[in-house]
């Protein structure tokens, strides 16, 4: 059985080594490469071709978020997986934006890892359970301020159309592209939905189509 082949990218050799250390103990896995900035993992994408790419954010050069773009457009087969210590609802999101398949904290258990990998590769995604529960209780506490829920309701067949597709990472500029309406129009209507239901980010908006179920919850395990 061929193995699910991986890049790392970090730029904290240590690091590196411990990761490349713990996904060696997976007998279906293989770090086949290692890239210490966002550039260099750029370029050993396009030269290694792996299943799943690991990513952290915030190494010197380009911007990690760019570069997993750039990774997703250029080979829509390979999975980006960001690897990182910030529990950052906008980078979460940020993230989605960008076309990532999974986003897992430093911090957490080997055993989620492999299990993020594994799921990513298998055309899902994976969301660290800690980040899952905080999108929930941020949900939660919002709701507790105001006199009852925002009616989906209340949205157009258009505007929902536009919150699904905003939830799921497009870009304004991507929406309009797909929906064929210029980009002036997909922001009126990103506004309308937004002051329908009392959302002010983009954080607020996946939460909200999460809720809804709108969109699907990332997988865990």
Same mark, same amino acid.
């Given at each position: 059985?061929?193995?699910?082949?991986?890049?790392l990218?970090?730029?904290?050799t240590?690091?590196?080594?411990?990761?490349?250390?713990?996904?060696? *103990?997976?007998?279906d896995?293989e770090v086949v490469?290692?890239a210490?900035?966002?550039?260099?993992? *750029?370029?050993?994408?396009?030269?290694?071709?792996?299943?799943?790419? @690991?990513? !952290?954010i915030? &190494?010197? =050069?380009?911007?990690?978020?760019?570069?997993?773009?750039q990774?997703?457009?250029n080979?829509?087969?390979?999975?980006?997986?960001?690897?990182?210590?910030?529990d !950052?609802e906008?980078?979460?999101?940020?993230? &989605?934006?960008? =076309? *990532?398949?999974?986003?897992?904290?430093?911090?957490?258990?080997?055993?989620? @890892? *492999?299990?993020a990998?594994? !799921?990513?590769?298998?055309? =899902?995604?994976?969301?660290?359970?800690? &980040?899952?529960? +905080?999108?929930v209780?941020?949900?939660?506490?919002?709701?507790?301020t105001?006199?009852?829920?925002?009616?989906?309701?209340?949205?157009?067949?258009?505007?929902?159309?536009v @919150?699904k &597709?905003?939830a799921?990472?497009?870009?304004v500029?991507?929406v309009?592209?797909?929906? !064929?309406?210029?980009?002036?129009?997909?922001?009126a209507?990103k506004?309308?939905?937004?002051r329908?239901?009392?959302?002010h980010?983009?954080? +607020?908006?996946?939460?909200y189509a999460i809720?809804?179920?709108?969109?699907?919850?990332?997988?865990?395990?």
């Amino acid at each position: 059985m061929s193995k699910i082949r991986i890049l790392l990218a970090d730029d904290h050799t240590l690091f590196r080594q411990g990761i490349k250390t713990l996904l060696a *103990a997976e007998s279906d896995m293989e770090v086949v490469g290692e890239a210490a900035d966002a550039a260099a993992a *750029a370029d050993k994408a396009t030269e290694l071709k792996p299943d799943v790419v @690991l990513l !952290d954010i915030g &190494m010197p =050069g380009p911007s990690s978020f760019e570069v997993a773009r750039q990774i997703r457009r250029n080979r829509p087969d390979t999975k980006v997986v960001f690897l990182t210590m910030y529990d !950052d609802e906008d980078y979460l999101v940020e993230s &989605m934006e960008v =076309g *990532a398949n999974g986003y897992i904290l430093k911090d957490s258990p080997a055993s989620q @890892l *492999a299990s993020a990998v594994r !799921d990513v590769f298998r055309g =899902g995604s994976y969301l660290s359970p800690r &980040m899952l529960s +905080q999108l929930v209780h941020d949900f939660r506490s919002r709701v507790k301020t105001t006199d009852r829920l925002p009616r989906f309701a209340s949205l157009t067949p258009r505007e929902k159309e536009v @919150l699904k &597709m905003l939830a799921e990472g497009n870009s304004v500029k991507e929406v309009a592209t797909q929906l !064929d309406l210029s980009v002036k129009t997909v922001e009126a209507h990103k506004f309308n939905l937004m002051r329908k239901l009392g959302i002010h980010n983009k954080a +607020q908006l996946v939460q909200y189509a999460i809720q809804k179920k709108v969109i699907k919850l990332p997988v865990l395990s």
